[in-house]
């Protein structure tokens, strides 16, 4: 595994086409381009890294990941009435499907999905309580109580943000929220702002990997059925309108986030992340995808087939 990552990470490194790092949110814009990690964490914790998979990267929606798994433990399938479960096949800012399907959004890895996540288990309390809560929760699955989050990414975002409360604005008009719509958005931006290594997001994967369980651990996160359908949902909704992409060339569920992170799980074989910040037209990380590819068709790790 070793010897596969060092040459993943020597060939997608020296390709001349590193895409284009996110400028929308200025902080993002900041980052150099010309990195490049890997990490596959086996079932029992064993780790494989290459490149920069040391490096802290801003996790962005790979967080949606984590608030959703936490969403179906504070309240079970009842979350399903107020997100839905089917790709967009939009952008992940569109507006445009929540004004025919009455302010509900196709599914939670989109930001409008993932606002309304974040309404549903604030549950009366204050943003910073939620921030707190949302930010043990990754520690746990991770298993790493040094995970923080980029407070000057978080304000960027929150500066510029005018797109994500355009969306929540808009749903709440239709009566669904039940928190303050800046309550909302500060925790959502706080959550999307969690900076993680590969190595720490490889692991926070791992009981996708294990039906539920971190077997490195030993930690039961959530139920069979659940690992089951949050990895579902990675497959169909977790690059946008590129998911049927990612689907078609590297075969895994994955979510992906505009900070250049994937994380991608090989159900009873091993978790995956990678990160290059220059991303692709649709937002994807642009050699992290390339890199996923060469990975899977390496191991033969693709859900559908060697
Ligand atoms: N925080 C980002 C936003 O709301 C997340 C987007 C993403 O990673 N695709 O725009």
Not at 142 to 158: F, G, P, R, Y
Not at 177 to 199: R, W
Not at 246 to 262: E, Q
């Amino acid at each position: 595994m070793q010897a596969i990552l060092d040459d993943i990470t020597a060939k997608v490194t020296a390709m001349p086409d590193k895409g284009k790092v996110a400028t929308y949110i200025p902080q993002l814009a900041c980052v150099d381009p010309d990195q490049f990690g890997i990490c596959v964490a086996l079932p029992d914790g064993t780790v494989f890294s290459a490149g920069d998979a040391h490096t802290l990267f801003s996790i962005q929606s790979i967080s949606k990941v984590f608030t959703t798994t936490m969403a179906l433990g504070k309240l079970g399938d009842a979350i399903w009435k107020r997100v839905g479960r089917e790709p967009s096949g939009d952008p992940f800012n569109s507006v445009v499907q929540l004004e025919m399907e009455n302010g509900k959004p196709r599914n939670p890895f989109i930001n409008a999905g993932a606002i309304t996540v974040v309404d549903a288990i604030m549950m009366g309390h204050l943003p910073k309580e939620t921030i707190a809560e949302i930010l043990e929760f990754v520690r746990f699955i991770a298993d790493d109580n040094t995970i923080a989050i980029d407070e000057k990414v978080a304000q960027s975002e929150l500066l510029t943000g005018d797109r994500n409360a355009s969306l929540a604005h808009f749903m709440a008009s239709y009566g669904h929220f039940k928190n303050p719509v800046d309550y909302v958005l500060g925790a959502y931006f706080h959550h999307c702002s969690i900076a993680m290594t590969c190595e720490q997001l490889a692991k926070a994967a791992l009981f996708l990997v294990s039906d539920g369980v971190n077997l490195s651990t030993g930690a039961r996160v959530v139920s069979e059925q659940r690992a089951r359908r949050i990895n579902s949902l990675m497959m169909m909704c977790g690059h946008y309108d590129g998911s049927g992409e990612f689907a078609f060339r590297v075969g895994l569920p994955g979510k992906s986030g505009v900070g250049g992170g994937i994380m991608a799980v090989a159900p009873g074989k091993a978790s995956i992340s990678v990160w290059s910040p220059g991303l692709d037209r649709v937002g994807n990380s642009h050699l992290g995808t390339i890199a996923l590819e060469m990975l899977t068709q390496r191991t033969g790790w693709s859900v559908f087939g060697h």
